[in-house]
């Protein structure tokens, strides 16, 4: 069993005496060591001596994305290169990413977090853990498995695709527990359903997450599947997987707060909200040395819950986010930006700046379908012509946004025109 009883169960006193300490230490190594949170503090007239109480953190200036792609790729880092022993990265609104680091402290809290994390969903020593989150940049494969390691779980470095090797995997080695998006937990539940190999399936627990999913999604894997599905909220900015989790009581997600400062706020005033009112999620990284980011916007709809939990935590709860408050769109686990896809379409001079992004749901996987206006000057019958195109702007965006897109070449004013702000994007998923 793997789990921190005393910063998981003491009071919320304790905890906001630990949190305020914490606080001033991340505030003070912000403002000495990352110029650009130094002038936001500036401007805001205030210096780390001002903070001085958890209550004095709404006066702190947001972080926002477009602050981590101002200081692209490493400004924002707050120890020296020397200290950094891993880098990581997501999707930013334009072509640059947004990129991460850790120290070995750093790396350290993370397996810690993510080690409660899977602990709170009943994941032990003796599991058999299946990871199927993407290795690489995305933090999902290299967060879930060292926090399964950290639990003491065999852990098996699975990672995405390859369907069926996955099923012999679960089958042969008797994985007891996967970790992957929910729309790959579908995918393979629909797999194992086809193959009728569900009696041959020891999977007992899955951790959900890297993109929203509802109730009824739920209830599907769990039947396709034969497991009890837990929800697991993370970002890269503030360390990968692992911020939040459901415990065995699924009444929202515990944010392990002692590492990361957690409120939500109004999204048009900017205000502090109470417990139960959706708004967006911001966290502040306490004891983040490589990125101690301060009160970073995530975007992400939620509200809080403060009341003790059944399960005897006392960490806070946040809902299931239900959506954003920009325009990042999660499909297949992959962030996408808009602007992404407007960036390579602009290098097409045979393309009109006009296009439609459609994002679906066809049986267990999004599909995403970019509709694209020819210009006058190039539209023709000629159908050589147009699959050539077709394939040229096909390769790019799936270089760009490491996603499989389906490009639909339409004539020339096809799609429709707003006098006010394009609408580029259909999303015809649902989330509630
Ligand atoms: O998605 C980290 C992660 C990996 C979380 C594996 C969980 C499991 P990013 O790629 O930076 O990091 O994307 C972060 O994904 O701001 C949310 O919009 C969304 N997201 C993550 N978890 C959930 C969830 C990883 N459980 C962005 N429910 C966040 C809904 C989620 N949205």
Redesign the pocket.
């Known amino acids: 069993m793997y789990w921190n009883e005393r910063a998981e169960t003491m009071s919320r006193d304790e905890r906001a005496a630990l949190q305020c300490e914490r606080l001033r230490e991340a505030v003070g190594r912000a403002y000495q060591h990352v110029p650009a949170y130094r002038e936001k503090m500036q401007q805001a007239g205030l210096l780390p001596g001002d903070i001085r109480d958890i209550g004095d953190l709404p006066r702190l200036p947001y972080t926002l994305k477009a602050d981590l792609r101002d200081n692209y790729p490493f400004g924002m880092f707050a120890a020296p290169m020397r200290d950094v022993v891993r880098i990581h990265a997501?999707?930013g609104t334009t072509g640059k990413q947004?990129v991460v680091g850790y120290t070995r402290r750093d790396l350290e809290i993370w397996n810690e977090c993510m080690a409660r994390s899977l602990t709170m969903c009943g994941v032990t020593h003796e599991d058999i853990m299946h990871v199927s989150?993407g290795y690489g940049l995305?933090?999902?494969g290299l967060?879930?498995h060292y926090g399964g390691e950290t639990v003491g779980c065999a852990t098996i470095p699975v990672g995405v695709g390859n369907t069926k090797r996955q099923l012999q995997i679960m089958r042969d080695f008797g994985s007891t527990v996967l970790l992957c998006?929910p729309s790959y937990a579908m995918l393979l539940g629909d797999a194992v359903q086809k193959e009728g190999i569900i009696d041959d399936i020891k999977l007992r627990i899955g951790v959900?997450?890297?993109?929203?999913?509802t109730l009824p999604m739920r209830q599907e894997i769990e039947a396709r599947l034969g497991l009890v599905a837990y929800?697991?909220?993370?970002?890269?900015?503030i360390s990968?997987?692992g911020v939040a989790n459901e415990c065995l009581c699924r009444c929202g997600?515990h944010v392990h707060e002692d590492h990361f400062l957690t409120e939500v706020v109004d999204p048009d005033t900017g205000e502090p909200l109470p417990d139960g009112r959706p708004g967006e999620l911001v966290f502040t990284c306490a004891t983040k040395e490589a990125l101690p980011l301060i009160r970073y916007n995530?975007?992400?709809i939620t509200a809080l819950h403060h009341e003790k939990c059944a399960c005897g935590r006392t960490l806070v709860r946040m809902d299931?986010?239900t959506g954003?408050t920009d325009d990042?769109l999660?499909i297949r686990?992959v962030?996408v930006f808009p602007s992404q896809i407007e960036s390579v379409l602009l290098g097409f001079g045979e393309a009109a700046p006009h296009y439609l992004i459609v994002v679906d749901r066809q049986g267990a996987l999004d599909s995403l379908e970019i509709q694209v206006e020819m210009t006058d000057a190039f539209f023709s019958d000629e159908v050589r012509a147009l699959e050539g195109l077709e394939r040229r702007i096909r390769r790019e965006v799936e270089n760009t946004l490491g996603l499989a897109a389906k490009i639909t070449l339409v004539q020339p004013n096809s799609i429709e025109r707003y006098e006010g702000k394009a609408r580029r994007v259909l999303d015809k998923r649902t989330f509630l």
């Open positions: 997501s999707s947004t989150y995305f933090t999902g967060g879930g998006t959900f997450g890297a993109e929203p999913w929800d697991i909220y993370g970002i890269s900015e990968g997987p997600l995530t975007r992400d299931k986010p954003r990042m999660i686990g962030n």
